[in-house]
C-alpha cells in the first residue's frame, strides 16, 4: 500500500535526498532567524544570551549539512571493510570544536550578565543604559541633583562650568 | 529517514520558538536543551556521530545546566521574594528585572519583523545554493582516502582533528582556555561589591543523592572509555571530557556544599595543556613538523594504533573536562573563588 502522501507533483520534483537538504535549510534558517529576533527585539540579557546560543547552533546545523553526501558512510572506517564513499569529515570537525567554544562563549556571556544584574539590579538593556547615562551625568556634574527634565542651553551650561574653580581652564593649561 | 528529519526540524523549531517566548527563564532553558537533542538527531541523520556526541553531552546536558545556575544566580529561578514583588499580572513576573513591557510601538515591532523576514529569504535563497547531497569540497575526499594509510585512525573526524589541523585544535583549546579564565575573573569578586546573598540551595533529599553519588564511577569509566576510544569509534576527548565533568558536577548539584578540588582541577588543566604542546614539540625534535603524528600507525583500528594522536586526545579530555567541571562549579559557588 502507498501512502498518499507525499503528493505525485511535489514527489516528482523533489527527490529524497533535495527533501532532507531543503528541510535541513529550513531548520538552520529558523534556529538562526529566532535567535536574531531574541537578539534584535527583546530587552532582557538573558534572553538575548539564549538568541545567541540559538544562532550558533543553526550556523553549526547549515555547515554539517554542506558536507552531507547522499548513498556515503560516516566517516568511521570499520573492521577490515574496504572504505567506500564517505561524508565530509572536514565541516564535521569545525562543528565538533565549534559547539564547545559556544560552551566558553556562553558561559563568559552569562559572566557578564551576572555582573551587570549586580551592578545595576535590573538585565532591562534599556534601564542599564539609562543608569549608566545617569552615573556619568553626575559625575561631570560633581553630583549636584539631578533634573533630567530642566533643560540647560549648552551656553548656560558653560557658564556655570566656568564659575567653577576647581576645573581649570583650558587657557590656564597652556 | 526524510521523515525522521522533517520531524525533527520540526520539533527542533517549535522548541525554538518556546526558548524566545517562554514565560519563565526554566521553560527557556528546558527548551533550550529540547532544541540541542533535536539537532543531535538532526546530526545522526547527516551521518555525523562524532558531532551528534558532542551535541548531545556539550549542548543538551553541559549548557542547560550552566544555564540554569546561571538563572539561579540572576535570581531568576528559584527566587520567590523577587518574584513577589513583580506584578502579578505582568507576564515577565519571573524575569526580574525587566520593567512592565510598555506596549512596544506597533511600527517598531512591524519594522523589527520584516527585516527578520527578508532576512530570512535572502539567507535560504543563499544557502540553498550551496548543493545539498554532493559534498562540494574536494579536499574532504582525499583526507577520507588517505587518512586511513597516512594517520592510520579509524574515526576520520579524529584524523581531521588530531592529525591534519591539530594546530587548529590548539587554538581552540586556547580559545575555550581564554573564555573560561574569562568567566572566572569576572565571577571572581562576584557576590561582593554589591553585597547580595545568593539564597543557599536546597539540600537534596536522600534518593538524588545517593542516586548521583552512584552515577560518579559509571560516568568516570563511561568518560574514559569514549576519549580511549576516539581514534576508532564516535567520540573523542571533546565528548568523553565533557562526561567527565558531568560525572563531577552531578553529586555538586544534588549537594552543593560537597567538596570540590579547584585547585586539582587547574592543576590537571595546566597539566593537560602542557601535554598538548609537549607532544606537539617533540616531534620537532624527531625532525618533523609541529604536531605530527609519533610512533607509527600501527595496525588500523588496533587499540594501541594511531601513534600518538590517542595521547593528544587524552590530553584534550583532561583539559576539556577539568575546564567545564571548573566553570560550573565556579558558577554554582559565588565568591568561593578569587
Known sequence: MTLPWPPEFISANLSEASLLGHAMIAGAVGLIVIGLYAMVVERNLARIILGLALIGSGVNLFLV??????DAAAPILAGSMAPTAMVDPLPQALVLTSIVI???????????????HEAFGTLDTRE????????????????PPHRPDQHVSPSVARKEREK??????????? | MVAAAVLSVVVMLAAAIAVVRARNFLSAVAALSVVSLALSVLFALLKAPDVAMAEAAVGAGLSGVLLALAGYRLKLIGAPAAAHRAPANSAAALWTGVQPQPQQR???????????????????????????GAAPMQVGQQIVAAAPG????????????????????????????????????????AGITSGTRIPAMQPAGFILDRASRLLLPILLVLGAYIVLHGHLTPGGGFQGGAILAAAFIVPLLASPSGPFHHRLATFIEGFAGAAFVLIGLASLMDGKAFLTPLFGKGTLGA????????????????????????????????????
Open chain 1, 128 to 143: 542599564v543604559q539609562r543608569l549608566i547615562a545617569k552615573a556619568a551625568a553626575e559625575n561631570d556634574r560633581g553630583s
Open chain 2, 303 to 338: 587499540f594501541i594504533s594511531a601513534g600518538s594522536l590517542p595521547l593528544l586526545y587524552v590530553a584534550i579530555g583532561l583539559k576539556v573536562g577539568s575546564e567545564l567541571s571548573g566553570l560550573l562549579h565556579r558558577m554554582l559557588s559565588p565568591g568561593s573563588q578569587p
Open chain 1, 65 to 70: 549539512a554542506v558536507g552531507y553526501r547522499a
Open chain 1, 102 to 116: 559556544d560552551v566558553g562563549v556562553l558561559a563568559l556571556a552569562l559572566a557578564l550578565a551576572i555582573r551587570v
Open chain 2, 106 to 132: 506597533g511600527g517598531g515591532r512591524f519594522a523589527s519583523l520584516l527585516f527578520l523576514a527578508g532576512l530570512a529569504v535572502l539567507l535560504a535563497s543563499v544557502l540553498a545554493s550551496a548543493p545539498f
Open chain 2, 150 to 189: 597516512e594517520v592510520g585512525t579509524a574515526n576520520i573526524v579524529t584524523a581531521v582533528v588530531l592529525g591534519y589541523r591539530g594546530f587548529d585544535t590548539l587554538g581552540e583549546v586556547t580559545i575555550l582556555f581564554v573564555a573560561a579564565t574569562a568567566a572566572g575573573l569576572v565571577l571572581g569578586g
Open chain 1, 164 to 174: 567653577r574653580a576647581d576645573i581649570p581652564r583650558l587657557e590656564e593649561l597652556m
